[in-house]
Structure formats: C-alpha cells, structure tokens
C-alpha cells in the first residue's frame, strides 16, 4: 500500500487533554496539506470534540476560528447558591462536580447543527453520521460497526466500563443511532471533579448510571480502528503531551490538590505503556505545559498550543511513510504470533 498517493486515507484517534486539545487543531493542518482524507474517527475527552467537528466536515482552518472565538472562562458554569464561597462545596457534594457543563454542549450542538445545515435546530445525532454502504465491524466485534464515521469513549463508574459510543448506548436502552453527538461529547469530556457526570437511566435495569471522562479508562484509544492482519490504511493518533521534564504541582488546598489529581491523572500515563509499534503511528504534540484545565487561557497560548500541534505535526510527516512500514513489519510479527499461541492452545485442548 502506497500511502503517498493523491487520495491518502487513515482513520485518525485523538486522545483527551482538556484546553490543550487545541494543539490537536493545529496538527491537523499539515495532514490536510499533504491530501489526507480521515475514513474514520474516535476521540476522547476534549479530542472528542476535536473529531466530531472533523466528523462534520470542518477543516482545520475553521476549527481554529472556532476555538479563537470560544469563551473558555464559560466552560467554568457553576451552580451558585444563595452564599457563592458555598457553590464550590455544594457543587462537589450534591452534584458530584463543580461545573454543569451546558455552556460547552449547547456550544457543541450549535456548531455541529451549523455545519451540517440541519433545519429547526435539530441536535446532530450519530445516524447523521452514518458512511453509505458501510457496514464492517470494529474490534473483531459484530456489536461494533464502521457505519459511524465517529465514536467517542466515555466512562460509566457506576458499572465499572468503558463504553464507546455509540454503539454501547443500547445497554441503556437508547437507538445508538438517535444518541446526540453533543451528549456522547459531554460524557466523555466529564473530567471528575471538575465536569459533573452524566447522570444515565438505564432503561434496561432500571438503574442509573454516572457517566466520567473516557480517561479514567483509556485516554489515548489508538487501537479502536484496529483489525487482524494488515489494515487497508494507517490509523494516526494525536497524542498531547508536555517535555521530558516531570512538572510538578503546587497543592495549597482543596481544589488545586483536586486539579493535580486529574492532571495526573490525565496526562502522566507513561509513554512506555504505548507499545513501539504504536508509537511508529503517534503523533505527539507538545503541549508547552499548559495545564488540562486552564480554562482561563489567554490567546497568545491559544495560538502557541496551535503553532505547536502544527510543527509536531510536520516533524511526524517527514519520518511517516518510513515509520508505518516499520509499524506495518511489527504488526505483521505481532498478528502471527498471536494466531501461533490461539492455534496451539487448541492444540492442546
């Protein structure tokens, strides 16, 4: 497979990062120059926003005006009470969370209605983004279909898992196909703590579920679009991350030990658990150390964070097309041993 050639495809996965996802904006600006086109598309978290405006048809070009214009400080809505030094507490204790999170759905919803044209303001759902005559699967797994250009990850504590939407929607009892994308976006972008979860009726079990930020379980999906053996095209993650340096977090009380947690959490998944053939296909953005929650960035790092995604970007271009035949040998290696240890252990059933 030549992936140099005029119509390049590759599924794309972009991995959760809070305000920082706008490097992953930045990025895609030199894969639309070199001609790719995205077959399909995950994110996580903040890179669940990032791949349902690429999902739609956004291009970088307006995806960073988008970003330019978005007032992050609103991102922060809270429920205040009648003392405001007790909105803090009480958000955390009755809603499990200090901000709703409407400010950036209803942002979501606006702009994904916008570009697909959508009449009396109807909301984007996953059956607005079915691929024509599309129906493989995904993960070896009949439940999980190609048909939807995007799927997005998100966490359900309550019960435990990681779910990937929206085919994991029907265990509730909802059409995977009638789930709004923004709604998807706002269960994997529930940083805890900070996001209040979704809080989910299964219709099924008739129980509630609480639904967190995808992180919790997998904040870099990579493997999603993964099949046996040698897949037609690359699948290309965008990986947010920082310098070598381990930053280290100032805790004076209760809410930034709240922030370190998360930031930890989020970000300090070590690179040596990305397998070396999945690195050969990641491309990392430095993230010039701006913190995940930073919802009072300024537009010079705005702009910084995007100038960064794009030159990661071309720096991971120029080495590309050798690091996939090297990911391609591996994967190859890997396949085969895989199906060696499967035939020999019905071997010895």
Not at 273 to 296: A, G, P, Q, V
Request: glycine residues 6%.
């Amino acid at each position: 497979m030549n992936i140099y050639n005029n119509m390049k495809f590759a599924d794309i996965v972009f991995e959760g990062g809070g305000v920082k996802g706008i490097g992953l904006v930045g990025a895609l600006k030199p894969f639309e120059q070199k001609g790719y086109q995205w077959k399909n598309i995950c994110g996580n978290s903040a890179g669940s926003i990032v791949a349902a405006l690429v999902a739609v048809g956004y291009s970088s070009d307006e995806i960073k005006k988008l970003m330019i214009e978005l007032d992050y400080t609103k991102i922060a809505d809270k429920n205040y009470s009648i003392m405001p030094f007790l909105s803090n507490v009480q958000n955390l204790l009755l809603k499990n969370g200090l901000f709703k999170g409407d400010y950036i759905k209803n942002w979501i919803d606006n702009a994904l209605s916008k570009k697909l044209k959508l009449r009396n303001c109807r909301k984007v759902t996953f059956g607005d983004l079915i691929i024509p005559n599309e129906k493989g699967i995904l993960l070896n797994n009949e439940k999980y279909k190609r048909k939807y250009k995007l799927h997005i990850i998100a966490t359900d504590i309550s019960r435990g898992k990681m779910i990937i939407l929206p085919e994991d929607i029907a265990e509730y009892g909802i059409n995977p196909d009638e789930l709004e994308v923004s709604l998807a976006i706002r269960m994997s972008i529930s940083i805890p703590y900070f996001f209040q979860p979704i809080r989910l009726f299964n219709k099924n079990s008739n129980r509630k579920s609480l639904i967190v930020d995808g992180g919790v379980l997998s904040n870099y999906p990579v493997w999603i679009f993964d099949v046996n053996g040698i897949p037609q095209w690359p699948t290309i993650g965008f990986k947010l991350g920082g310098n070598k340096e381990i930053r280290e977090h100032k805790i004076t009380n209760i809410l930034n030990f709240t922030s370190s947690i998360i930031e930890t959490m989020l970000e300090a998944q070590d690179d040596i658990h990305i397998r070396e053939m999945d690195f050969l296909r990641t491309c990392k953005i430095n993230t010039l150390n701006i913190k995940t929650t930073d919802f009072n960035i300024k537009s010079d790092k705005i702009l910084a964070l995007y100038n960064s995604g794009k030159s990661c970007a071309k720096d991971f271009l120029e080495t590309f097309e050798n690091d996939y035949k090297k990911h391609r040998i591996m994967r190859s290696k890997t396949f085969n041993n895989d199906f060696d240890r499967i035939h020999n252990s019905f071997r010895a059933i």
